[in-house]
Structures are given as structure tokens and as C-alpha cells.
């Protein structure tokens, strides 16, 4: 079981509003992902993060921005919300073992209306 | 590009019944596979995963098969239950990539 957050759960806001979905782990680990998901649809990649100060973009192109100032936490920011960003946000985070079999362990996600 | 795709996107499965969910990947260069159960409104949960040098591995219900030779995993789950239903994905490491590339995911209801 993995020790991984994100606030707020639901958001329902205005168009042209800035919001910032936040996201913790506690596990310690270095890596960590931020995912764009439709329902039952399959994740996107939009931002991931090596470490503290690294950050790269994903496969899905986005309007939003990460931060990694401390291990634990990565936030996304979207600087001016519009009704195309309305999604669920999900956060990730996995420790680097090498040889590509790092398991990435999901928090429960930002259920996100822009209207 | 790459892509990791299932078979079937609904499974109905009656309870106490094995199922069988299906997943094709396209990059030979794929290393490490995960399958994840995500329920509604909740984020994907790891089931268990399998390296490319495996053919075969058992959780508790839970078996994964991996045959490289056509690029096929499956998820076979095993006196299913209620709890059970819910979306799953399948998830490859390409080598090299340092990511993970998802699939579309199954929906497997499970009727009583």
C-alpha cells in the first residue's frame, strides 16, 4: 500500500481561474508522475520528475507547469483553467531500482471541473 | 508510436467464474509489465507485475502470462468476486524509456 495524496479530491471552478493540484508522497521516493485520465480511459503522461529540481514533459502535450522543490511533493499548476482541461489529474510516484521495473504507485486522484 | 492495447474493452464474467483479460503490446524492446485495477472513482492500484525474462507469475488469484514471441500478457483472475469489478490496465516499460506507457483498459463486471 502506498502512502500517496493528492487535494482537492473534487475541484469545480471558473474559466480563467489558476489552481494548483497537490500532491505527496511519503515513501521517499525520488520519482514521481503526473497522468491526465478520462474516465475509463487510459492515462497520459503529462509531467514527470527524476528529483529535486527536475522536472520533464510527458507524452500528452500540456498547458499546465510542475514544481519539485522538495522530494515529497510535486504540485501542478494550470495558470488559466478552460473547459478542455475538465479531467481527472493523478499523481504518481516510484523509487528508481534500474534496469526499468519501477513500480509506479498511484494517490486517488483530482476530479476537475472547469466551467 | 508505442502503444499498449487490449483486446476487449468490456468483460462480463459471472461470480465465482475465472476470467481472463488480454493485453497486446507493440515494442519488442519492453521490459517490465504491470497490471492495474483501478475502481471507480480511485486511482490505479498494482496487482502484479512480470520482467520479460519471466513467462509466468502467481499472486494470490492472480496469474500473469507473458508470450513475447507475439507480443501478448494477460491477466487471468481466478473465483472472482464483486470487488473484483473495476477497470484494468495493463502498463509496459519500454527499456531505455525510463516511463510507463498504458493501455486503454477493461471493464470487468462481475454478475452475481
Known amino acids: 500500500e502506498a502512502d500517496i495524496y493528492q487535494t482537492p479530491r473534487y475541484l469545480v471552478i471558473g474559466t480563467g481561474k489558476k489552481i494548483t493540484l497537490e500532491c505527496s508522497q511519503t515513501?521517499?521516493?525520488?520519482?514521481m508522475y503526473w497522468y491526465q485520465q478520462d474516465p475509463g480511459m487510459e492515462l497520459h503522461l503529462i509531467h514527470y520528475s527524476y528529483g529535486v529540481n527536475s522536472t520533464e514533459k510527458g507524452d500528452l502535450s500540456s498547458e499546465s507547469t510542475v514544481s519539485r522543490i522538495r522530494t515529497e511533493h510535486f504540485p501542478l499548476t494550470l495558470e488559466s483553467a478552460r473547459p478542455s482541461h475538465t479531467s481527472q489529474y493523478l499523481c504518481?510516484?516510484?523509487?528508481?531500482?534500474?534496469?526499468?521495473?519501477?513500480?509506479?504507485?498511484f494517490g486517488p486522484g483530482t476530479r476537475l471541473t472547469v466551467l | 508510436g508505442e502503444s499498449v492495447g487490449l483486446h476487449l474493452p468490456t468483460l462480463s464474467v459471472q461470480e465465482g467464474d475465472n476470467s481472463i483479460i488480454n493485453c497486446a503490446y507493440s515494442?519488442?524492446?519492453?521490459?517490465?509489465f504491470i497490471w492495474y485495477k483501478q475502481e471507480s472513482g480511485k486511482g490505479p492500484q498494482f496487482i502484479i507485475d512480470?520482467?520479460?525474462?519471466?513467462d509466468k507469475r502467481q499472486g494470490q488469484r492472480v496469474t500473469v502470462l507473458l508470450n513475447k514471441t507475439v507480443k501478448h500478457l494477460s491477466l487471468q483472475i481466478a473465483a472472482t468476486q464483486p470487488g473484483d469489478s473495476a477497470v484494468y490496465f495493463c502498463a509496459e516499460n519500454i527499456k531505455g524509456a525510463q516511463k510507463l506507457v498504458f493501455g486503454q483498459g477493461t471493464r470487468l463486471t462481475i454478475n452475481p
Open positions: 512480470i520482467r520479460s525474462n519471466m
Open positions: 504518481a510516484s516510484s523509487e528508481f531500482r534500474g534496469g526499468g521495473t519501477d513500480t509506479q504507485y
Open positions: 515513501m521517499g521516493h525520488d520519482k
Open positions: 515494442n519488442s524492446a519492453s521490459d517490465y
